[in-house]
């Protein structure tokens, strides 16, 4: 079943993942996610390099995520990344993207790889004006500590 009613706006990304050079005697190398663009715009590819096509999806019940993101002071766009059979000498893929902290951290929990990029002016402009349009964010609102609670009124 497909949740595309939930779905306020999409953007699709090249993403490009390259060999970067560490050093270090155990591991000479990181794989990383170095540049992304729009799909329309051509992005050169190296030796050692990949270009592929991501959707980013802003879905309606991830608009907390989103504000939380673009209330830093540098907003990300985050990255999941996998390895083919879980070798990390050889070049990942991004399974999909994201503006939202909450799912970046739900990947974190999940032991997924994740790495980001610093969101582009444009692309955070687009992402507040549907933040801001859909989003209220909810009063904090203070919890009387269970000290100053009769007994028999604590929950």
Known sequence: ???????????????????????SPWQPF???????????VFM??????????????V???????????LDTETPFIFFGVRYPEDNKTQMPSVFEATFSYDE????????EEVQTLPLP?????WL??????????EPKQRRR????IKPEERG
């Open 30 to 40: 990181r794989w990383q996610v170095l540049e992304m663009g729009p799909v329309d």
């Open 104 to 111: 970046a951290a739900r990947w974190m929990d999940s032991n």
């Open 128 to 137: 507040a004006e549907l933040v801001q349009a859909k989003y209220q964010p």
């Open 121 to 125: 002016a444009p692309v955070a402009s």
């Open 59 to 69: 879905y309606q019940d991830q608009l907390q995520g989103y504000f939380l993101n």
């Open 44 to 57: 050169p590819q190296g030796a050692d390099e990949r270009v592929q096509t991501v959707n980013v999806e």
């Open 1 to 23: 079943m497909s949740a595309k009613f939930l779905v306020l706006g999409e953007l699709a990304l090249n993403v490009k993942i390259g060999k970067v050079a560490q050093n």
């Open 145 to 148: 500590p269970q000290s100053f």
